[in-house]
């Protein structure tokens, strides 16, 4: 084969190898789009353009009609979250980049003139990087990998704000319902206090008796000023997530939390689960492949770094006549100072802290799966609990009291503290069904990935200041 039949078919090779590399049609969503929908029961959808733009417009406030259901909250945010867009810009900037990973280097050309004496030279050169044409199928693998690695991590960000919005549906409401508890409270406690104060006035109740009731009155106004100011920061952290922009005032949600189910759910295989199922051991799967596959090429180019080809054609023309010569430079690094061990090092403990990752991260799912698990239970029992045995108690106690009082039997000291107490477990009720909720989603999680899990409350914890206190 003559030297430019040669070049033509290296010129031919590096050109097929080029029209390989090409852009997916959608950017990688359609990967994303078939887990999320497996995962989360929605749609993942990326706007590039105006049309999609008025198209999510319209999802959005056709959702934003009716009051807001939890699989609604994860649509809007899914269609309107700006920050979830921008990952899946992230993702676009990731195929451009394995695209641009996948593409021969560019041949160079070198031009030279030399004059003197009579005497003019020209030298074209056209160079080749042949290692870097040699390892193509190889980079390009491992681009093709980093960039399958980026649709999970995607997936792995919408997971991540689906969940983040159930949690913050399940908040707000929560925050709600404790308002609303509270108000019809502080109208009780107002009357109370005000039929004291117009037996104070006739002399039928005591001054002691009258402050009592004043002050049951200002210290469930002071509860109330709380609930309503964490209502308004939960409701806000909502309308973060759902991306609302004119709609946060216009959100309209349900008065209650969800019914609590009859009983918790079953699942013995959870952590088995978790470790075949969460997005991010998937994406610690794939960097250690990454890393396996770039450890090789390494080990297989550890002692040449350039080698390039080189195409001559020379012209010489001096007063006697013009010569014409062609030939060929090969220009190879010679591995003196360095032989590859560096770059051999570096990827054997890159490869082993992928590794060491890709377990711990298992050793995690596996820890939080059986967490996440304890945690639904214990606080399905938690909330069965409130709901079956506290407040019936209460609700028989508050019975019994007022019937005591009016009978005169109990003075209204203790008509006040029996209100104290019913006002602190039904409140304690409302925190253990959002507790065991979030619970729910966090099980969720622990099992797909893609959030944190958040660190569980109790219904004492996280009741109102003064809720409990006893007087």
Not at 410 to 427: G, K, P, W
């Amino acid at each position: 084969m003559s030297r430019a039949r040669a070049a033509a078919a290296a010129l031919l090779a590096a050109l097929s190898l080029a029209a390989c590399a090409e852009f997916s049609p959608d950017g990688g969503m359609s990967v994303v789009a078939e887990k999320v929908r497996g995962g989360v029961g929605a749609e993942a959808v990326k706007i590039a353009s105006e049309a999609d733009a008025r198209r999510v417009r319209d999802q959005v406030e056709a959702l934003l009609r009716e009051p807001l259901t939890p699989d609604a909250a994860v649509r809007i945010a899914l269609l309107n979250n700006r920050a979830l867009q921008a990952a899946y810009n992230d993702l676009g900037l990731s195929e451009i980049a394995a695209v641009e990973s996948s593409l021969p280097a560019n041949p160079r050309i070198s031009v030279s003139r030399l004059a003197g004496s009579g005497i003019v030279e020209w030298e074209v050169k056209l160079l080749g990087d042949i290692l870097a044409l040699g390892t193509l199928p190889a980079r390009r693998e491992i681009a093709r990998q980093r960039f399958a690695q980026a649709q999970q991590a995607a997936v792995a960000a919408t997971y991540r704000l689906a969940l983040d919005a159930r949690r913050a549906w399940v908040a707000a409401i929560a925050a709600q319902e404790v308002v609303a508890y509270l108000e019809q409270s502080r109208l009780a406690a107002d009357a109370t206090a005000d039929l004291m104060r117009k037996l104070g006035e006739t002399g039928g109740a005591t001054r002691i008796e009258q402050a009592r009731a004043a002050a049951a009155y200002a210290e469930i106004g002071a509860q109330l000023a709380q609930a309503r100011l964490r209502a308004r920061q939960e409701r806000e952290t909502l309308a973060r997530l759902l991306g609302l922009w004119d709609q946060a005032r216009d959100l309209r949600l349900p008065p209650r939390l969800p019914a609590l189910p009859g009983a918790a759910e079953r699942a013995d295989d959870i952590e088995a689960e978790a470790v075949s199922r969460r997005v991010d051991l998937a994406v610690a799967r794939q960097e250690l492949a990454i890393v396996a596959r770039s450890m090789r090429l390494t080990e297989a180019t550890r002692s040449v770094s350039l080698l390039e080809l080189s195409g001559l054609y020379d012209t010489e023309r001096d007063p006697e006549g013009r010569t014409r010569r062609r030939g060929f430079e090969v220009e190879l690094e010679i591995p003196i100072f360095d032989g590859g061990e560096v770059k051999s090092r570096r990827e054997r403990e890159t490869y082993m802290r992928a590794v060491n990752r890709l377990a711990a991260k298992a050793v995690d799912a596996r820890s939080e799966a059986r967490g996440a698990y304890e945690a639904y239970r214990a606080t399905h029992e938690i909330a069965a609990h409130y709901q079956n045995r506290v407040l019936p108690l209460r609700r028989v106690i508050s019975q019994e009291t007022l019937l005591r009082y009016n009978g005169m039997l109990a003075d209204v000291f203790e008509l006040l503290v029996e209100t104290r107490e019913r006002v602190a477990s039904n409140i304690a009720a409302i925190e253990a069904r959002r507790a065991f909720l979030l619970a729910e989603i966090n099980l969720r999680a622990a099992v797909i990935g893609g959030g944190t899990i958040e660190t569980m409350s109790t219904p004492a914890a996280d009741a109102p200041a003064g809720g409990g206190g006893k007087h």
